[in-house]
């Protein structure tokens, strides 16, 4: 059995669960997930289910609301300002959680791999809004809670992602 903790994040919900190495909860909070709903497949920006790990930690030591951009900081601060100059933009903030999946066929590898297809749990603007499927496939938080949960996991750490 892990030691470490472990994430359920309940699409129903839109909210993720941090869990002890025994299942209790131990902290939540608010997300939100892919606008089209829930789905594995390549190109499809749904929000794939199952069983996963964070693959890597990204952003450790960067500031809060850093702008990420293939998973390297653009040296921008997001503002409301730099946001309403690109409307439309999915602004991936603050720090990064990449998602691996472990589930061979449904989640892994092929035309349904979580990883190749680069689903993160991610920071958001603040004015965001969360509870709402709204994203591209990944799973936003604001970043205050993105900061909690970063410093309370490790690389490798369980993560399921049920509807």
């Known amino acids: 059995m892990s030691v470490e903790p472990q994430l359920r994040i309940r699409l129903s919900e839109q909210r993720l669960y941090l869990l002890s190495a025994t299942g209790e909860p131990l902290w939540s909070c608010p997300v939100s997930s892919a606008r089209n709903g829930a ?9 794939p289910r199952g069983w996963h790990q964070i ?9 809060p609301n850093t702008v990420f951009r293939g998973r390297r900081p653009t040296g921008e601060i997001y503002t409301p300002a730099l946001g309403a100059a690109h409307p439309g933009r999915d602004w991936i903030l603050t720090r990064i959680l ?5 589930e061979p066929g ?3 590898l092929g035309e349904v791999d979580s990883m190749r297809r680069y689903i993160y ?4 603007p603040e004015e965001n809004p969360l509870g709402i499927p709204l994203s591209h496939g990944c799973i936003r938080l604001h970043n205050h809670d993105l900061l909690t949960l970063f410093e309370r ?3 490798g750490s369980r993560v399921e992602i049920i509807e």
């Open 39 to 47: 789905g594995e497949r390549q190109g499809s920006e749904c929000t």
């Open 55 to 63: 693959r890597a930690k990204i952003g450790a030591g960067c500031p």
């Open 98 to 102: 990449w998602l691996s999946g472990l």
């Open 106 to 108: 449904r989640n892994r």
């Open 121 to 124: 749990i991610h920071g958001t």
């Open 153 to 155: 996991v490790a690389g």
